[in-house]
């Protein structure tokens, strides 16, 4: 992932600023400006849920969760509300579950308990400490949908960028939910958004000290984990994104899942960049793009039968490019 700071001009380039005010707010104790701003504007609608903050789903600091419920707007669904465990990107090294309130607030104004986490970074650990904490944030937070009046068969999880990557491991290779407890059994899909999945060997120099480390190879890499009995998958790629390629991540994910016989949908939203894919889940951007009625979607699936397939994609598609642009 690049790690630079040039402008980015329109939407991409508003999205990149929220994103940004976020994160320099957050370091002066506030919260994130597109959170905020979404927050606001879902309360002028009515259609603001509840926040559950700083709840622990394990010892360590970075251990914490935010946890978004439905307001009193939303029809409760007859077997319960849907649930997604969201993972923010950051490249494994930046980010925070306060500067990605706004995907918690959105969801939950549509349905849905949203479980927004954070997990440790590099210096503080390399691959795998980052699969690890995710895993066991999944795990506590099935346990918890008693409380949260929840469904276990609409129970999924979400991720953008490297918070994607997180995702499609816990949703590919069983060990990491076995060794916390769980099992990908549980998952009636997962969503990634731009998501890294095949990127070894690791050429980006900023990456390299986040994946050091003898014997870890191919292995590491979601694509090398696709099977006939994986979750359903809906990839969401941006056609402008010069950050992570679509063409040999998500299109290549995709390919993969639907030569197993897994369930795989690849989407391409129109006119989005990396971040502002994920930003257009933000009720004063979601009339950008598609964005929101696809995760939508995704998240009111129950499973599907091991060998269904899709090939579905909207807009025009990516363009082969490098890994890493």
Not at 5 to 16: D, E, F, K, N
Not at 63 to 69: E, G, L
Not at 109 to 120: E, I, K, L, P, S
């Amino acid at each position: 992932m690049r790690t630079d700071h040039a402008p980015v001009a329109g939407l991409g380039g508003l999205a990149l600023n929220l994103l940004r005010l976020g994160c320099r707010a957050r370091r002066q104790g506030g919260a994130s400006a597109l959170a905020e701003l979404s927050r606001h504007t879902l309360a002028a609608q009515g259609r603001l849920g509840t926040c559950w903050s700083e709840q622990a789903y394990g010892p360590l600091a970075r251990h914490r969760a935010d946890v978004y419920m439905p307001p009193p707007t939303c029809p409760r669904p007859a077997r319960g509300w849907p649930v997604v465990v969201f993972f923010h990107g950051g490249s494994w090294q930046s980010g925070s579950r306060h500067e990605h309130a706004f995907v918690g607030w959105s969801l939950a104004a549509q349905g849905a308990v949203v479980v927004v986490a954070d997990y440790r970074l590099h210096p503080e650990v390399t691959y795998p400490g980052f699969l690890e904490d995710s895993a066991l944030a999944v795990v506590w937070a099935r346990r918890q949908l008693p409380h949260w009046d929840a469904d276990p068969n609409r129970f999924h999880l979400m991720g953008h960028s490297a918070g994607a990557y997180n995702a499609a491991m816990l949703a590919l290779d069983a060990r990491w939910l076995e060794a916390q407890g769980g099992t990908p059994a549980w998952l009636a899909g997962w969503i990634g958004l731009a998501g890294p999945y095949n990127f070894w060997p690791v050429t980006v120099p900023e990456l390299k000290p986040v994946f050091a480390g003898a014997d870890i190879g191919a292995d590491c890499q979601p694509v090398a984990h696709v099977h006939r009995e994986a979750p359903p998958s809906w990839l969401l790629t941006a056609p402008h994104d010069r950050w992570v390629s679509p063409d040999l991540n998500s299109r290549a994910l995709h390919r993969r899942l639907i030569a197993a016989g897994a369930h795989s949908d690849w989407l391409t939203m129109p006119r989005t960049g990396h971040i502002s894919l994920l930003a257009c889940l933000a009720p004063p951007l979601q009339g950008w793009a598609p964005v929101m009625p696809r995760v939508w979607q995704a998240l009111q699936a129950q499973g599907w039968p091991n060998a269904q397939t899709s090939t579905v994609n909207s807009g025009s598609q990516p363009s082969v490019s490098p890994l890493w642009e």
